[in-house]
């Protein structure tokens, strides 16, 4: 099994300022996720962290409002940058060591923008 | 369309009853099916795996179901206790297990 410690856990940011969430991992993975969730919504994937190349965006979500770093296969951040109150949200760190294993996932990042 | 529909929304039950939660999905091709527990404030927990032969899968006093026929799946939890207040959350991999699929949620409340 892999521990994924998230940070912070929370924060409450003043809009136009942006937010780094880091996502450590206690064992190597192949691959790395960012979910959002929304109030009493399921998750959405944000994007796949690649390890020494961009991340892979799903639709609706750009790199510059949401640039993800990946730069080991123990360690992930994503930015939530020029934050908004529609940012408000859970966001949550993935990772699994391939398609069909388990797939672990942070305590996630509660954040607020007022 | 890739889609997974959970019933029911919410669920509220006394301590020490059983009950089951469904999953209805869509996705094709299928690789495999999970059940994840999501307690406020935390992240998902996985309970189960199961792949297309599996119709069956017991976790403790959980047990999920699968038919790959009708592409349903279940989660009966036993004996509930108060810890098993929760939002489960059922998820669906499509092809070969890249994509997850998640479902809504059922929110679960498991009151004295």
């Known amino acids: 099994s892999a521990v994924i410690s998230q940070k912070p856990s929370r924060d409450i940011c003043q809009r136009g300022t942006s937010l780094t969430i880091q996502c450590q991992v206690d064992s190597q993975v192949t691959m790395m996720f960012w979910y959002r969730q929304q109030p009493g919504q399921s998750l959405t994937l944000i994007a796949t962290a690649n390890q020494g190349s961009e991340a892979t965006y799903e639709s609706g979500f750009v790199i510059d409002k949401f640039p993800i770093s990946r730069p080991n296969l123990t360690f992930s951040t994503l930015t939530v940058s020029n934050m908004s109150p529609e940012d408000s949200s859970i966001y949550l760190c993935s990772a699994r060591q391939g398609t069909s294993t388990e797939a672990f996932f942070g305590q996630g990042t509660r954040l607020t923008v007022v | 369309k890739n889609q997974v529909e959970q019933s029911p929304q919410s669920l509220i039950i006394l301590e020490g009853k059983n009950c089951t939660l469904q999953c209805n999905y869509t996705v094709s091709p299928f690789s495999n099916l999970r059940w994840y527990k999501q307690d406020t404030g935390r992240g998902p927990v996985s309970l189960t795996i199961?792949?297309?032969?599996?119709n069956t899968k017991s976790n403790g006093r959980y047990t999920a179901t699968l038919d790959a026929d009708t592409k349903q799946s279940s989660l009966h939890i036993t004996a509930s206790q108060l810890s098993d207040s929760a939002s489960y959350i059922c998820v669906v991999s499509d092809g070969y297990g890249q994509n997850f699929v998640f479902g809504p949620g059922t929110r679960l409340s498991v009151l004295p």
């Open positions: 199961m792949t297309f032969s599996e």
